[in-house]
Nanobody
Framework: QAPLVESGGGLVQAGGSLRLSCAASGGTFTNDAMAWFRQAPGREREFVAAIYFKGITTSYADSVKGRFTISRDNAKNTVYLQMNSLKPEDTAVYHC????????????????????WGQGTQVTVSS
């Protein structure tokens, strides 16, 4: 069983909203850094958002700042990504990731830091 399972993706018109969920199983990730990355066809995986330092701190890619919000519910062992004002360029497969390693505000954006990954959920934004 995959340790991280994403859900909530789908097809939405530009300007619309979606909320992605990432449920952790087989353990808890309460103290881990949790993040969302995305990968569009023909492009490299890119950092979207992270929540770390026991949920106190968040970081966002410039391209989503002000539109996306990452949050976590430790009681449900779940991380969320609320996506508003979606644009066609947000179309991608979105992956949840977890890292138990020490992080910094700089390293938290690096995919190589993360030990666990979900299979991804497709988000498609039509123009």
């Amino acid at each position: 069983q995959a340790p991280l399972v994403e859900s909530g993706g789908g097809l939405v018109q530009a300007g619309g909203s979606l909320r992605l969920s990432c449920a952790a199983s087989g353990g808890t990730f309460t103290n881990d850094a949790m993040a969302w990355f995305r990968q569009a066809p023909g492009r490299e995986r890119e950092f979207v958002a992270a929540i770390y330092f026991k949920g106190i701190t968040t970081s966002y890619a410039d391209s989503v700042k002000g539109r996306f919000t990452i949050s976590r519910d430790n009681a449900k062992n779940t991380v969320y990504l609320q996506m508003n004002s979606l644009k066609p360029e947000d179309t991608a497969v979105y992956h949840c990731a977890a890292s138990s390693r020490p992080v910094t505000i700089v390293t938290v954006t690096s995919a190589s830091l993360y030990d666990y990954w979900g299979q991804g959920t497709q988000v498609t934004v039509s123009s």
